[in-house]
């Protein structure tokens, strides 16, 4: 069945380290990707997202790669920061489809 | 500006009781989704307006969850004689344009306990 899934459940980086979250994806019908951040007692927040016609997508020290060869899709964050600590979930929709499908989340966890 | 609020944030209840969740999107946002997130994992969809158009239940687990939006805005989910494996964070999102398309924001969620 489609499963959007995520490689490492915790990833533990030293402050101003750069990181690395990543997903898989099985339906290469999908077209539309997002990653969200998810502290502790809040809702997900939107962090970037990335339409399958890129390959990468910039933001403000976030960068999502995306490769529909492989169906894979990456999240890096650079000078990771103790304020960046929290569960990351990327997401998936294509066309035609209401509903995001989530995977279950990397925590990451910045160490001082 | 205002983002989505959800009411109550928590909320405890005895199985078979019934229980309301309310959300508010963002103002002028056509589309509306919820959530279920159980406890360290990802967010199953539950149900999904957009506009006027009949809603998209097909994520709701079972006939005791029912939803409805009032005007096009203000949303409540409703569980019936709930269970404790309903016992979840219920998570309401909004969006502005077309359904699965646009970037959907979250509200802070509710969290119900079936004791």
């Known amino acids: 069945g489609e499963s959007v899934g995520l490689h490492l459940p915790t990833l533990s980086v030293q402050e101003g380290d750069n990181s690395i979250i990543n997903c898989a994806y099985s339906?290469?019908?999908?077209?539309?990707f997002i990653w969200y951040k998810q502290e502790s007692g809040k809702g997900p927040q939107f962090i970037i997202d990335?339409?399958?016609?890129?390959d990468k997508r910039q933001g403000q020290r976030v960068t999502v790669l995306l490769n529909k060869t492989v169906k894979h899709l990456s999240l890096q964050i650079a000078a990771t920061q103790p304020g960046d600590s929290a569960v990351y979930f990327c997401?998936?929709?294509?066309?035609?489809?209401?509903?995001?499908?989530f995977g279950s989340g990397t925590r990451l966890q910045v160490q001082p | 500006g205002a983002g989505v609020s959800q009411s109550p944030s928590n909320k405890v209840t005895e199985k078979g009781k019934d229980v309301e969740l309310r959300c508010d999107p963002i103002?002028?946002?056509?589309?509306l989704y919820w959530y279920r997130q159980s406890l360290g994992q990802g967010l199953e969809f539950l149900i999904y307006?957009?506009?006027?158009?009949?809603?998209?239940k097909s994520g709701l687990p079972s006939d005791r969850f029912s939803a409805e939006r009032t005007g096009g805005s203000v949303s409540t989910l409703t569980i019936q004689r709930t269970q404790q494996e309903d016992s979840a964070v219920y998570l309401c999102?909004?969006?502005?344009?077309?359904?699965?398309?646009?970037?959907?924001?979250f509200g802070p969620g509710t969290r119900l306990t079936v004791l």
């Open positions: 307006f957009q506009g006027n158009s009949a809603p998209d």
């Open positions: 103002s002028g946002h056509t589309a």
């Open positions: 999102a909004s969006s502005p344009g077309v359904a699965g398309r646009d970037t959907q924001y």
């Open positions: 339906n290469s019908a999908s077209d539309y």
């Open positions: 997401a998936e929709n294509r066309t035609g489809r209401r509903a995001l499908t």
């Open positions: 990335i339409r399958s016609n890129m």
